[in-house]
């Protein structure tokens, strides 16, 4: 596997190597080894699977507050979606700064998203099975979430949604807590 930093800390995407002969290819997805050489904590202990049967659906922008947050590794089965990540750290140098990456069956692309961050993805393509494995068990009522459209983020996405759950569609302006990099000497 490749691991690329990307300029959000913490948020990684990594890259199958595929290894291929006459039958097809073989790739490691996860190894907990290789992920602790690059400095990377991370067990899955839960594992869910999203099925969107239509483009432009939009799933997100989702995440857990402390002490419940989760880490999750995020990978496209089939199809294709523009994933995003939100940081929502307010100690982070990079609150409220975003990165978005296509992630595909053909690229065989993943986006490990670290606890404090919201996700969400938008499909490319009809039949898009997104793979998430999960650093903490999801814990009923602590789910939160921010708008994809909010004015706080000014996320890019590469077109309107068509589809989007109407709790999704509905979260509140987030209101931004006092960052680190916003605060005076």
């Known amino acids: 596997m490749r691991f690329e930093m990307t300029q959000l800390p913490g948020l990684v995407v990594i890259e199958a190597e595929p290894r291929q002969d006459s039958r097809g290819s073989f790739a490691r997805l996860f190894c907990p080894q290789e992920f602790a ?7 899955p202990v839960q594992v869910n699977l999203s099925h969107n049967i239509a483009s432009r659906t939009l799933r997100g922008m989702h995440y857990q507050d402390a002490p ?4 999750k590794l995020v990978r496209c089965t089939s199809g294709a979606i523009f994933d995003v ?4 750290r ?5 609150y409220l700064q975003w990165r ?7 690229n065989g692309r993943a986006l490990l998203v670290p606890e404090g961050f919201a996700h969400g993805f938008i499909t490319l393509q009809p039949e898009s099975d997104v793979l998430y494995q999960m650093g903490r068990s999801f814990v009923p009522g602590h789910e ?5 459209d909010d004015p706080a ?3 890019i996405w590469p077109f309107a949604p068509d589809q989007i759950n109407p709790r999704d569609a509905a979260w509140p302006d987030y209101i931004p807590m006092k960052s680190l990099s916003s605060a005076s000497p």
């Open 90 to 94: 307010p100690q982070s140098a990079t």
């Open 85 to 88: 990540a939100l940081d929502l």
């Open 68 to 71: 419940f947050a989760e880490a």
């Open 37 to 43: 050489a690059a400095g990377l904590e991370f067990t």
């Open 144 to 148: 939160r979430g921010v708008r994809f």
């Open 153 to 155: 983020f000014n996320i």
């Open 100 to 106: 978005g990456f296509e992630l595909s069956r053909a």
